[in-house]
């Protein structure tokens, strides 16, 4: 199903069939992202918010842990703009835009920095979520977003 309304997803990397997975469920500064095999824990399960206007067709969205409840509590990111670069665990905002796909996938990029660099899963031998330069046909940088639950108002 693609991104259609606010609520808690998993991310699947297609090419890998990897879920987006906080290492060990930790929500530490710095800790990596990595791609894990699907096991449905708190880990595994995003919290996306749309950050612009309904009906435009630029779909920035911010991308938050769900490890303590479905209002988020911190980002992905990466220490700098290179390829390659492992996408690491922060209490820091990020802005990613969704370009979609013809498939109902997406590729993800950051609002800010290198509109080239996408996330990836790189390796088929290791799980880790990195930046790399976008290539049109790589399964390996394509996400499928299903979700999980729609978000509860904070106090509920």
Same mark, same amino acid.
């Given at each position: ?9 998993? %991310? &699947? ?10 290492t060990?469920?930790?929500?530490? *500064?710095? @800790?990596? %992202?990595? /791609? ?9 399960? !995003?919290?996306?918010?749309?950050? @612009?206007?309904p ?15 479905? @209002?988020?509590? /911190?980002?992905? +990111?990466?220490?700098? *703009?290179?390829?390659? *670069?492992?996408?690491?665990?922060? &209490? =820091? #905002? ?8 013809a ?6 990029c950051?609002?800010? /920095? ?6 990836? %899963?790189?390796?088929?031998?290791? /799980? +880790? ?5 976008? *290539?049109?046909?790589? #399964?390996?940088? =394509? !996400?499928?977003?299903? &979700?999980v639950?729609n978000?509860?108002? %904070?106090?509920?």
């Open positions: 199903m693609p991104f259609s309304t606010d609520g808690v997803y998993h %991310i &699947r990397n297609t090419g890998r069939n990897l879920m987006l997975d906080l060990g469920n930790r929500t530490t *500064e710095g @800790n990596q %992202i990595q /791609g894990y095999t699907p096991n449905d824990s708190t880990a595994q399960q !995003w919290v996306i918010k749309r950050q @612009n206007e009906g435009s067709a630029n779909m920035t969205v911010s991308i938050q842990s769900n490890n303590e409840g479905n @209002n988020g509590n /911190g980002c992905f +990111a990466t220490a700098s *703009e290179d390829s390659d *670069e492992p996408v690491i665990y922060t &209490r =820091q #905002a990020f802005l990613i835009n969704l370009v979609g796909r498939d109902n996938t997406f590729t993800m950051y609002t800010l /920095g290198n509109k080239d660099l996408v996330l990836s %899963i790189p390796s088929a031998k290791d /799980g +880790a979520v990195k930046l790399e330069n976008y *290539e049109k046909s790589s #399964a390996r940088q =394509q !996400w499928e977003l299903t &979700r639950s978000l509860q108002p %904070i106090g509920n």
